[in-house]
């Protein structure tokens, strides 16, 4: 990891460049995308070093760190960020170079024709400089590595490169060269014969001119339709969705309102084909077919379904929640306990990035308030002599945690105060550390995924209301990169937000009448104390909801974020974590358990 306080970040600043060819570290070498580079220019750097020749090394350790940037196209506005982040500490960015750093990118760039390096170096200038040349050779340079990838076995590799060459091509602006040129290699790239081959092709790229308002709406809405029909005639309900999705945007930006509310209802029952598929087979999976069906009502719901419809799909979501309990239990006891972080990697180490998630979210239980409550009472001894307290880091004390004998009322209080500290310490503390941590850089690592990739979680979901799925999206998304800091200010709250809209669709009153006849709405504590949201979400559940969030005796997340009190390496702790890891498994989890 590199420090961002660096003066120059890349090894070679202020030395005279060699002279090397920069194309001759690739022979050999066929980059899918540049963590191949990387690797590449990595490799070079270290056989340079071990012949001697230390300037070669620097050069070729700077282009691995230029490359090393990690794309994340779905945000324009900051369009890279760091490889990786632990504890705080994260590897090199963009502006993090320095003038002089600057320089050096641009000379390197005349010292290569790969057109990846080329893109990577041009857009650093772009990005960095506002260069308009360099946005506009990086741009062409785009779309040449993106049709170098369009063949079965990589083409997944160059979708963000066309993706990032309309990006430049419309700051650049939308009557010039580098987005007209984009825009037809896009829209090229979709009508390939790749799309009727391969099932997921055409939607990474009607997401990319979707995304920017390119190509002709009513033309792409079709295209989309036609798709998501080959899509359920293959019983694959979730592809079909994703082109569904797709279809529906494409029909609004035509302004054809009958088509799309068409395409959103299609959308919604596609769910219910979703959860039938989960019951199907040798092992069904009720808690998966739940999750589905709860999308479903929700998505119906928005898009205006049938009262009855709703009302129906709603009782079949009862009915598969009942059946899935034990299933519940047998995920969360898969915890090898003789070593964790190794048994947490393994169990997230699946080809698939969603199933991946999900294990994260589920292989580990919430605390069991029964058993945290025996453990408590157990410790009774110290704790009927001692009244414990707790401090801050100046040393004031912020909470007493009383005896648990004495009076029933405050021993009862007592007893919980020991229940958050003895979670807070030792139980969610060991769940972030030997659980999450490793299983979240496990997934970073093997699927690198772009913050669209979360779409799938955020939306039509009963814990996200609508408006607020871009936002929870980006703080699961930098949550799994590992910046803490980030999820944390995000996330926190939408927990609350969220947790006022599942009880206001089931019409429970979340407002205070105050005395001057206005209505606030209830902030977190009070939305935390109705008895409706413990009914709702579950005894433990609601406990971690406290524990994590606002209880001083827990980690009281929400109360030390808000007002300032942590310092920036305390949002990488257990309490970020979990708090983060929660959310994730409130996205999974169908919450709509009884009619309204």
Not at 150 to 177: C, D, P, S, T, V
Not at 555 to 583: D, I
Request: aromatic share 8%; glycine share 8%.
């Amino acid at each position: 990891m590199q420090s961002a306080s660096s003066d120059n970040c890349l090894p070679i600043t202020g030395e005279e460049l060699p002279d090397v060819d920069l194309d001759e570290s690739l022979q050999g070498v066929q980059p899918k995308g540049f963590f191949d580079l990387t690797q590449a220019y990595g490799t070079a750097a270290k056989n340079a070093e071990e012949k001697g020749d230390t300037r070669a090394g620097k050069i070729y350790r700077s282009v691995a760190i230029l490359c090393s940037f990690q794309p994340q196209f779905d945000n324009p506005t900051e369009p890279y960020g760091p490889a990786g982040i632990m504890d705080g500490r994260r590897s090199a960015i963009p502006n993090d170079l320095t003038d002089g750093d600057l320089n050096i990118v641009s000379a390197l760039k005349l010292k290569t024709k790969e057109p990846l390096l080329r893109a990577r170096l041009g857009d650093i200038l772009w990005v960095r400089r506002h260069d308009h040349v360099a946005a506009k050779e990086a741009s062409k340079d785009y779309v040449t590595a993106g049709k170098g990838f369009l063949n079965k076995e990589n083409w997944i590799h160059g979708i963000q490169q066309f993706q990032r060459a309309m990006q430049l091509g419309h700051r650049l602006g939308r009557n010039n060269e580098p987005w007209l040129d984009a825009e037809s290699a896009t829209i090229k790239a979709l009508t390939s014969p790749l799309a009727a081959t391969e099932p997921f092709y055409a939607a990474h790229f009607l997401r990319i001119l979707a995304q920017m308002n390119a190509g002709n709406a009513d033309d792409l809405a079709a295209l989309a339709r036609q798709h998501a029909e080959k899509a359920l005639a293959a019983g694959q309900p979730g592809r079909a969705r994703d082109y569904r999705e797709y279809e529906a945007d494409l029909w609004k930006r035509a302004k054809n309102k009958g088509n799309e509310s068409m395409a959103r209802l299609e959308t919604a029952k596609t769910y219910e084909i979703e959860a039938d598929n989960w019951i199907k087979g040798d092992k069904p999976s009720y808690f998966a077919a739940s999750g589905s069906l709860a999308k479903g009502v929700e998505a119906l719901r928005r898009s205006g379904g049938d009262p009855a419809q709703v009302e129906q799909l709603r009782n079949k979501l009862m009915l598969y929640q009942a059946k899935s309990v034990a299933e519940m239990q047998t995920l969360e006891h898969q915890m090898d306990i003789s070593d964790p972080v190794k048994h947490a990697m393994e169990i997230v180490s699946v080809p698939d990035f969603r199933e991946a998630l999900r294990l994260l979210a589920f292989s580990v239980p919430l605390v069991k308030q029964k058993d945290l409550r025996e453990a408590v009472l157990k410790q009774g001894v110290w704790q009927s002599i001692i009244d414990t307290s707790l401090i801050d880091s100046a040393g004031r004390v912020t909470k007493h945690l009383g005896t648990i004998w004495g009076d029933r009322t405050e021993q009862e209080v007592s007893i919980e105060n020991h229940m958050f500290r003895h979670a807070a310490e030792i139980d969610w503390s060991l769940r972030a550390q030997a659980f999450i941590e490793p299983a979240r850089r496990t997934i970073w690592a093997k699927n690198i995924p772009r913050e669209s990739d979360f779409n799938f979680l955020v939306f039509d979901n009963p814990f996200v209301p609508p408006g607020h799925e871009g936002i929870v999206r980006r703080g699961l998304y930098y949550g799994l990169q590992g910046d803490l800091l980030l999820a944390t200010h995000l996330l926190v709250p939408q927990i609350e937000n969220s947790i006022r809209y599942v009880l206001e669709q089931r019409g429970i009153d979340v407002s205070n009448l105050e005395s001057d006849l206005t209505q606030p709405v209830k902030l977190l504590g009070p939305l935390l104390w109705l008895p409706e949201t413990k009914r709702v979400f579950g005894e433990d559940l609601w406990f971690e909801l406290r524990g994590l969030l606002i209880e001083q005796t827990g980690y009281s997340l929400r109360n030390n974020a808000a007002h300032g009190f942590l310092t920036e390496g305390q949002f990488y702790g257990p309490e970020s974590l979990n708090a983060w890891w929660l959310v994730l498994r409130l996205c999974y989890t169908p919450l709509i358990q009884v009619p309204a």
